[in-house]
């Protein structure tokens, strides 16, 4: 996918529907790859891959089925659903399956060595923080006691860590994909809250995602039933007051429950059919609309008054500017001002609008920019410390060490 850069008399269609240039590029975000909101990114056509468009339409057929419970509700399996149709995935679907069982086999190992109860849900919790942000070591006794309700091969597992090179996904698409987070231990903040909720669905306990702008991230209940929010990118507790403050979450943003909710199983199913529908998008530069369209629809069906994913509304507004830009080629209208002349272009054009308003009612404000400025100057700093320092975040690495 790419800007507008030739769109005809793109300042004129910017004052026309009142709305200042922003950043255009993604950030990773959610099950998901959030948008910087552009509204002037629009796709062109191109040859199309018809085995490859099956890939997509299966995979949305497969999560719709479980949207439907005509399959069993698995965040697991939507996952690898979603990311094996954009193809080459880091891993097959067995070692996906063995690298989740073996994680979740090592954690109560873990835990039984500590003295501490695996049907303990705050336990389990405790152990997947720790799996993911220490090495941890099993020793040789505890390795082969008979207790261990599951046998354990590894003995020592290393960390997941960040990975701040092409976070963007500009160069790789698969950085953004969970099956990479557990094929190189490193992920970023879509990929690593996706890898806690995996386990902890493994591990039979209750956890939720939930977005704040540009940004994705756990809640669970503690033994006393109040909400703890963990960050698995920054390895952190964190309250929704920072979350707030920091990334300027306005109180509509929450009222209307697209920042700071809680994303049960169903949500975050219907969240991969999103992103499946923004994947479609960046490999077939939007040629089926349609397709794009239904994903949508259908998945929006399953957030609070079928409306509370902003990311959805995003991909919306991005339909409806190409659309327009369209069907202005077809009349051969270059002149945005003229397009209230055509009462199909009006329409489209009003289309658009009504979506713009849509997402703002929802809450979503705009990062200022130097707030925007820090964060990518951080993120660069940060890129560049992780080439110094020679890590290949993009291999596939053995986390798990057998003595």
Same mark, same amino acid.
């Given at each position: ?8 008399? $793109? ?8 709305? %200042? ?19 002037? $990114?629009? @796709? ?46 880091? @891993? ?18 873990? +835990? ?11 336990? +389990?919790? /405790? ?5 993911? *942000? ?31 090179? &092409?976070?963007? =996904?500009?160069?790789?698409? *698969? ?13 970023? @903040? ?8 995996? +386990? =902890? !669905? !493994? ?15 756990? %809640?669970?209940?503690?033994? %006393? ?23 300027? #979450?306005?109180? &509509? ?21 999103? &992103? ?11 040629? &089926? ?17 079928? !409306? ?6 995003? #991909? ?6 190409? *659309? ?17 002349? #055509? ?30 400025? +820090?964060?990518?100057? *951080? /993120? ?24």
């Amino acid at each position: 996918m790419k800007k507008i850069s030739s769109f005809p008399n $793109l300042q004129g269609f910017k004052n026309l529907v009142g709305l %200042k240039k922003i950043p255009s590029f993604y950030i990773l975000h959610s099950t998901f790859l959030i948008f910087f909101h552009s509204t002037f $990114l629009v @796709c062109f056509s191109q040859a199309q891959n018809i085995n490859a468009k099956e890939k997509f339409t299966n995979s949305a057929e497969a999560l719709k089925q479980m949207l439907q419970s005509k399959k069993e509700l698995s965040v697991k399996d939507a996952y690898y659903t979603m990311e094996s149709a954009w193809g080459n995935v880091y @891993c097959s679907k067995e070692e996906y399956n063995n690298y989740i069982k073996s994680s979740a086999q090592f954690i109560k190992a873990w +835990l039984s060595e500590k003295n501490l109860d695996t049907n303990d849900q705050m336990n +389990l919790h /405790y152990g997947i923080c720790k799996f993911l *942000r220490d090495t941890l070591y099993l020793s040789l006794s505890t390795h082969n006691q008979q207790q261990v309700a599951e046998p354990v091969e590894a003995t020592t597992h290393f960390p997941f860590s960040y990975d701040y090179i &092409d976070f963007k =996904a500009q160069n790789d698409y *698969r950085n953004t994909f969970v099956t990479k987070a557990f094929a190189t231990g490193t992920g970023q @903040c879509s990929t690593l809250p996706a890898v806690y909720i995996i +386990l =902890a !669905e !493994e591990l039979k306990i209750k956890a939720w995602i939930s977005y704040a702008p540009y940004h994705s991230f756990i %809640k669970f209940k503690n033994n %006393k039933g109040v909400m703890q929010n963990y960050d698995p990118a920054s390895k952190l507790f964190i309250t929704d007051q920072l979350y707030e403050d920091y990334l300027f #979450i306005s109180a &509509d943003a929450e009222k209307n429950r697209i920042y700071l909710d809680t994303l049960g199983k169903q949500q975050i199913i219907a969240a991969c059919l999103i &992103d499946l529908a923004r994947m479609y998008m960046v490999k077939f530069n939007c040629s &089926d609309l349609n397709f794009v369209d239904d994903c949508i629809n259908t998945a929006l069906n399953y957030f609070p008054l079928h !409306e509370a994913n902003i990311q959805a509304w995003f #991909i919306k507004s991005n339909l409806a500017v190409n *659309r327009l830009y369209q069907n202005m080629d077809v009349y051969g209208i270059k002149d945005i001002s003229k397009v209230d002349s #055509i009462t199909e272009l009006k329409k489209l054009k009003d289309e658009y609008l009504q979506i713009e308003a849509k997402i703002k009612e929802l809450g979503y404000r705009d990062i200022p920019k130097e707030q925007y400025a +820090l964060l990518m100057e *951080r /993120y660069k700093k940060k890129e560049e410390e992780q080439v110094s320092s020679g890590i290949h975040a993009k291999e596939k690495r053995e986390l798990f060490l057998k003595e």
